[in-house]
């Protein structure tokens, strides 16, 4: 069974710090993985989604990479800002013919003005 | 275009009663997952369609069960409603089940509290 776990749970940083969020998970049959942004009370916004055959993928100032092998992925977000405070989480799809999500609990992160 | 809308966003019910829960995927998808999220953890997922058909379920009792309509919109229901059923339930459309080079989108969710 995949299992996806996020370290830290929280995490509190000065505006304008870059940071990594950390993602890994049990099984590497994965067929891609995806980063989400969760504001309180609100949905799930997709940031990035990388193939399982991918590296990394770019998106303005966040970057996230995979290594499949080693289990983890990795959520890079470049010269941190308070409209960046949100819970973000990981999911992988596994390969393979269920398709769902399988998500991590994910890092509630805090930035301070 | 309209996101992924799904209705009601707050509901109160009490235990033992039953709940129906509706999804409005993108234009254009034709597959949409159910996911509950309990507060402080990852979304689990419940099920997913795809074409009017179940194409996966997650491990939760027969309480729960789902549909898909012709125009792809999808009501999740829930039995026999039991204090541990109390979260936010997410639904996700995408234009296919899960898999290839499409993120899944996701509504606000429906904040389901039972007494």
């Known amino acids: 069974k995949q299992e996806v776990t996020q370290i830290p749970a929280a995490l509190s940083v000065p505006e304008g710090e870059n940071l990594v969020l950390n993602c890994s998970f049990t099984?590497?049959?994965?067929?891609?993985l995806q980063w989400f942004r969760q504001d309180p009370g609100k949905g799930l916004t997709s940031l990035l989604l990388?193939?399982?055959?991918?590296r990394e993928q770019t998106s303005g100032r966040l970057n996230a990479s995979l290594d499949k092998s080693s289990g983890r992925s990795t959520l890079y977000i470049a010269a941190s800002q308070p409209g960046d405070s949100a819970t973000y989480l990981c999911?992988?799809?596994?390969?393979?013919?269920?398709?769902?999500?399988?998500f991590g609990s994910g890092t509630q992160l805090t930035v301070l003005p | 275009d309209a996101g992924v809308t799904q209705s009601p966003t707050h509901l109160i019910k009490t235990r033992g009663q039953h709940v129906t829960l509706r999804c409005s995927p993108i234009?254009?998808?034709?597959?949409v997952s159910w996911y509950q999220q309990v507060l402080g953890q990852g979304p689990q997922f419940i099920f997913q369609?795809?074409?009017?058909?179940?194409?996966g379920r997650g491990n939760f009792p027969d309480r729960f069960s789902a549909r898909q309509f012709p125009n792809y919109s999808s009501e999740l229901n829930v039995n026999a409603l039991l204090l541990g059923d109390s979260a936010l339930y997410l639904c996700?459309?995408?234009?296919?089940?899960?898999?290839?080079?499409?993120?899944?989108?996701f509504g606000d969710g429906t904040r389901l509290s039972i007494l």
């Open positions: 099984d590497s049959a994965i067929y891609n």
């Open positions: 234009s254009g998808h034709k597959s």
């Open positions: 369609y795809y074409e009017k058909e179940e194409r």
């Open positions: 990388i193939q399982s055959s991918q």
């Open positions: 999911a992988v799809v596994p390969s393979g013919s269920a398709r769902q999500l399988t």
């Open positions: 996700a459309s995408s234009t296919t089940p899960s898999g290839g080079l499409q993120p899944q989108h």
